[in-house]
């Protein structure tokens, strides 16, 4: 936001060595590819020292850089069918920098809305998907092709750019709005809720 996109990755890793650093309490100088800093410290004392880092990353290098380096993963917008695969990679990473996958706790982002209204309920969740696909720049929209929902996609962008949202909220398929979200009455959200904890699911957020 409001910054030059570039070498994402280099930038989380960098993020995370110095947050980690500040936390600790000590003045820190820190000479990095892009962030830079001479002589920092908090001006109060953390209330603890070691505070857990979650990254919210989607794409696989991303993934691997969270095993990696990060004490969780938000996952957002990952089909739950898809989830194993994606953890294959974060372990992946975890095995890389000589830790066991247990430490990094799992905690997919999901939208979520259970009511007895069922019908409302599935239409907000749907508007939220649609907001997020087509209109969020280009991110989502490729994100969900590669997940096998690439039809879905382009009939929510091209609803959305055509300025008809109901349209948009209608192309958000069953399918789509069962593997990335929780809505319905709730108890389909409590059985949702168990089938991403079956699926690898720390905490579902």
């Known amino acids: ?32 590819e892009i962030l830079k800093l001479k002589n920092f410290r908090l001006q109060f004392r953390p209330y603890r020292n070691n505070i857990p880092i ?19 993963w938000i996952p957002f917008l990952v ?34 809305l259970v009511s007895e209204d069922v019908d409302l ?16 720049g280009s991110y989502y929209y490729k994100l969900m092709g ?6 879905e996609a382009e009939a929510i962008t091209s609803a959305m750019k055509k300025g008809s949202k109901s349209d948009a909220i209608e192309s958000v398929s069953d399918s789509l709005l069962n593997s990335v979200s929780i809505a319905g009455s709730p108890d389909e959200g409590k059985r949702t809720i168990h089938q991403f904890r079956k699926a690898g699911a720390d905490l579902p957020i």
Do not use: W
């Open 79 to 112: 089909p739950i069918e898809s989830l194993e695969d994606a953890l294959k990679i974060l372990v992946s990473g975890s095995q890389e920098s000589g830790r066991g996958s247990d430490q990094i706790k799992i905690c997919p982002y999901l939208p979520a």
């Open 121 to 136: 309920s599935i239409k907000l969740v749907k508007e939220y998907i649609a907001f997020y696909v087509g209109s969020m």
């Open 1 to 32: 936001h409001g910054v030059k996109y570039e070498k994402p990755l280099r930038r989380t890793q960098e993020y995370v060595e110095i947050i980690r650093m500040i936390i600790s309490g000590e003045r820190v100088t820190y000479e990095g």
């Open 54 to 72: 979650y990254v919210a990353s989607i794409g696989p290098k991303n993934i691997r850089l969270t095993g990696e380096i990060a004490d969780g």
């Open 146 to 151: 590669r997940y096998g929902f690439g039809n």
